[in-house]
Every structure is written in C-alpha cells, then in structure tokens.
C-alpha cells in the first residue's frame, strides 16, 4: 500500500546550519507530495508542496524536489533559524472519486535550531 | 477568516471515562476529516464527511469511537469507554467541497488527550 518513510529525529542543529530532511514514499502512479509543519502550540500548516515529478516547492526558504526516479522528496534549507524549531511531516495525499483525498504521514522529524 | 478550531486543546481523563472531542471547520468547508497522532508516531487518518455524511471511517480504530457531524457544521469525536491506547492528538482538518488531491487541508491546533 502506499506509504511515508521519513528520517526520524530529534534533530538538533546551530543556527545558520544547513538542513535535510529526508523523506521517500511508495504509490500507485504519480502523487502530488506535500510537507507540513508543526510549530510549538499551533495546529499543521502546509509548508511546501510539489503536484508532479521534478517540481520544485518552496516557502520560507525550505525547498524540496518531487523526484521520482528516487521516490524522494526531501525537504533542505541552506541556513536554519530558531524560529524554524518545529516538528515537520511528509505527507501523501490519496486521491478519491468525489473529490477529496486523505493524507498518508510520514512519523514526523522535530527539529531543534539553537543560537 | 477564523481557521479549523478543536477544543479543548487538552483533555486529561480516566481510563474508563468518557470523552468529547470538537472540530468547527472553516466556515464553508464540506470536507472535514479527524486524524489522530498516537505517541510521536506518524498521524493517521481516522475518517471523513462530506458535510453532515460520513465518507469514509476506515481509520476508526474500533467501536469505542463514535464521530458525528451535526448539520453539517461542527463534528464531535467521542470516545467512549476510554483507554490507554487512546491517549494521543487528535487533528481535526477541513477543505472545500470538490477539490482534488492537489488541494490543501488546513488543521487544527490538535487535541492532546491524555487516559490515565
């Protein structure tokens, strides 16, 4: 069936570090890929997301890359802030007749961003 | 605009204890979904209206858990009798009526309920 695996954490990175997040996924055909965020005492936001093969999505300077000669997409940022502390999900929607879709989670990675 | 609400934002209760959980969607939203996060695990699907119907509660862990959807509106998520096992978040999430898989669902600040 289909599915998330994401890196687990905790991770625990300096401020101005270098990010990645890795997440791949098992699907039928060709999914849109979305990354969600946690941030302390809020509810998930939609982070960043890719609708088809070698799109890029990018917010807040965080990137991923749909590839899906890897089945990958793994989130990055080139320099980390400690407002960026927060638990981050990969998700996969699953798409049914009648317009809706249900999301497949990764387990989620905290991350800890100290000055 | 107001997002997806869930109150109360935590619930500590007694194994056995009844418990009601409640989601008020964006105003306007026909889809409205429960998730659940058990234990710093991944967050699963528990199940979907399309406004006051349920679409599909293949996630509902077993009969213990009840949700409804009052007009429409609002959804309530009960559990009852509680147990351990049923400590965890509970997400509450709503998107727009005919919308794909492309499509954004905005959340809740969850629900973390605690049996003990």
């Known amino acids: 069936g289909d599915s998330v695996t994401q890196m687990e954490g905790p991770v625990t990175l300096s401020e101005e570090a270098f990010l990645t997040i890795n997440c791949t996924y098992t699907a039928t055909g060709y999914p849109s890929l979305f990354w969600y965020v946690q941030y302390p005492g809020e509810g998930l936001q939609l982070l960043l997301k890719a609708t088809k093969a070698d799109d890029k999505g990018s917010n807040k300077g965080f990137e991923a890359t749909y590839r899906k000669e890897t089945t990958s997409f793994h989130l990055e940022k080139g320099s980390v802030q400690v407002s960026d502390s927060a638990v981050y999900f990969c998700?996969?929607?699953?798409?049914?007749?009648?317009?809706?879709?249900?999301?497949?989670f990764g387990a989620g990675t905290r991350l800890a961003v100290h000055p | 605009e107001a997002g997806v609400t869930q109150f109360p934002s935590h619930s500590v209760i007694e194994k056995g204890q009844t418990v009601t959980l409640r989601c008020d969607p964006i105003s306007g939203h026909d889809n409205l979904y429960w998730y659940r996060r058990v234990m710093g695990k991944e967050i699963k699907f528990l199940l979907h209206f399309v406004k006051e119907s349920k679409q599909d509660e293949s996630g509902m862990p077993n009969n213990r858990f009840l949700a409804e959807r009052t007009g429409g509106t609002y959804s309530t998520l009960k559990v009852q009798p509680a147990e351990l096992e049923d400590s965890g978040v509970y997400f509450c999430a709503s998107s727009p009526r005919g919308t794909g898989g492309n499509t954004e669902a905005f959340f809740g600040q969850g629900t973390r309920l605690t049996v003990v």
């Open positions: 998700a996969l929607p699953i798409r049914f007749s009648g317009g809706y879709n249900k999301l497949i």
